[in-house]
């Protein structure tokens, strides 16, 4: 079956511009995690949703982030006024429940200039 | 603060033989251990977990050990294959969270 997908791919924009990110998570999965990865790094936790909730967003690294997941399913993160500090991998994870095993789409790479 | 930490880079091994990831904690309330793999390209894959209550774990080729008293936890590869080259990550939660926090990485070349 399909797993995680996400798009775009690479997105390289200029330092101000807004940017959307997407997570298709795998079909029937609950829970889905947005994680930042900076180079020769693990990843680094961002929010979390079960369902359409956002149940933690503790990792969001300033109110310039947000993420949405409206219909329980596809989910956005957005990063408003791009700073260079921003240039990461992006990676997303879908899990059936909270407590299982988590499964990662193969990330947006972002470059900010 | 690193609360996991994976000392090693990279580590080299010949075809055939063990290899051993090592990976090191500082959260004594971490309670959930995985190992998950990446290739180039692609998202981290998981490989395998074990839990507190364990020391050990084992499913196929690959072995985690888990010492609680050192905080230390190791991925037994045996015998290691060209296919297992590949990033390999060390991972953990504690209480039944959801979060995980992770180490760097070990880059793993499995030599001919």
């Known amino acids: 079956g399909a797993g995680v997908s996400q ?11 807004d940017v959307a990110l997407r997570c298709d998570p ?5 829970s889905l995690y947005w994680y930042r990865q900076a180079l020769g790094q693990g990843p680094e936790f961002l929010t979390y949703f079960n369902y359409e909730a956002q149940q933690d967003k503790s990792g969001l690294p300033n ?3 947000s993420a949405e997941r409206p219909e329980g399913s596809i989910s ?5 006024r791009t700073e260079q500090r921003d240039s990461a991998m992006y990676r997303c ?3 059936l429940t909270g407590l299982e095993t988590q499964y990662f789409g193969p990330g947006t790479r972002l470059l900010v200039l | 603060d690193q609360q996991v930490k994976q000392n090693s880079p990279s580590l080299s091994v010949q075809e055939g033989r063990i290899s ?3 990976c090191d904690y500082t959260n004594s309330m971490f309670d959930y251990f995985l190992w998950y793999k990446k290739y180039p390209a692609e998202g981290p894959t998981f490989l ?13 080729r690959f072995t985690v050990f888990l010492n609680k008293s050192a905080k230390h ?3 037994h590869i045996v015998p290691s294959q060209p296919g297992d080259s590949a990033v390999y990550f060390c991972a953990a939660s504690a209480a039944s969270n959801y979060q995980l926090i992770w180490g760097a990485g070990t880059k793993l070349i499995i030599k001919p």
């Open chain 1, 63 to 65: 109110d310039r982030f």
């Open chain 2, 73 to 75: 936890l190791s991925l």
């Open chain 2, 20 to 22: 051993i990831l090592n």
């Open chain 1, 7 to 17: 798009s775009p791919r690479y997105k390289v924009t200029k330092r101000g511009q």
């Open chain 2, 48 to 60: 395998i977990s074990i839990s507190s209550i364990k020391d050990k774990n084992e499913d196929g």
């Open chain 1, 26 to 30: 795998i079909s029937g999965h609950v």
């Open chain 1, 93 to 95: 994870a879908s899990s």
């Open chain 1, 76 to 80: 956005t993160l957005t990063i408003q």
